[in-house]
């Protein structure tokens, strides 16, 4: 087995990658590590985690990360939508619709899980910038369907969170 690469060498060698990457036009990177490999080295390389899954033999874990190679990571905006669904299943189109409607305003949908009684989902988002939050919540379009739905509409709770 080969040594491991030091920190410097390595890092050097990831941005090579990401420079290439970003020369043939990809706009993100994704990754994936094993918890006895370097999780913790690419989260300092501004890679936030996307995923993992469980039960790796001895106990490990199969970490997956992403990056934008367009934007500042340092400037990203996470946010956690727990959302109320209505009881009628149509006006649950709302929500598909509405997610569809980030990519516009750099946001990109990780995550989302709805609970066992169907009535809630959870939503990870992530979105480039503040300001494109900022704009995705005034998007005419999601604003339009919101004021359509008037109480119908779900009601969310939106918390910003970031890694620990």
Known sequence: MAAPLPYSAACRLLHAAEEEARRRGCTQMSVASFSFQAPEFYRRNGYVDTGRREGIPGGHVDHHFWKSLVTDPAAALRVVALVELPEA?????????????????????ERRLRTGDGHTEVHLIRFDTRDGYDAFLADPERVALRAALGDAAPAARVLEVHEV
């Not at 006006?91 to 750099?106: A, K, M």
């Open 89 to 109: 299943e149509g006006d649950r189109r709302y929500e598909d619709t509405v997610l569809g409607l980030l990519g516009r305003h750099g946001g990109r949908l």
